[in-house]
């Protein structure tokens, strides 16, 4: 690999970094975490008409998050190996379907704050996607 290459793609590596972190620690905190995340997200959704689905919800959405942390990572290396960021791309779009669940559930559960904090976490996937777009599809 070129040195201009790692250069020109820092951006999309720290970005994929961040990605990592961000959706690995919530993860495992939720794996390690089980009951307390299952307690307080039952109280969260307790006036909506997700309250029956809230552990498939919980489940689902710690599988999304510690898939999409091992994309990210995956795709760190990927880059270091092939040069490519592609797997990175892909690793974002997954990362922008897992924050837009987290959305929705916020919004269904009026916590508009919650929902809230979540927009810089989409808009920075949305970049990262432009960031690593392969070119058969417009990027470069």
């Not at 307790?46 to 919800?57: D, G, V, W």
């Not at 990927?78 to 669940?101: C, D, H, Q």
Request: aromatic share 16%; charged share 10%.
């Amino acid at each position: 690999m070129h040195y201009d290459h790692l250069i020109k793609n820092l951006p999309a590596l720290f970005c994929a970094l961040f990605v990592a972190i961000l959706f690995l620690q919530s993860g495992l905190d939720k794996v390690f975490d089980w009951k307390g995340n299952i307690e307080w997200l039952t109280g969260h959704f307790s006036k909506t008409f997700l309250a029956p689905f809230t552990k498939i919800m919980v489940a689902k959405i710690t599988v999304l998050e510690l898939l999409t942390g091992l994309a990210a990572t995956a795709g760190i290396v990927y880059f270091f190996v092939a040069g490519s960021t592609i797997i990175i791309f892909y690793a974002a779009a997954l990362a922008a379907l897992t924050i837009t669940g987290l959305f929705f559930g916020q919004r269904v559960a009026k916590d508009y704050a919650g929902a809230a904090v979540l927009v810089p976490y989409f808009l920075l996937t949305i970049v990262l996607m432009f960031l690593t777009m392969p070119s058969a599809i417009g990027g470069k």
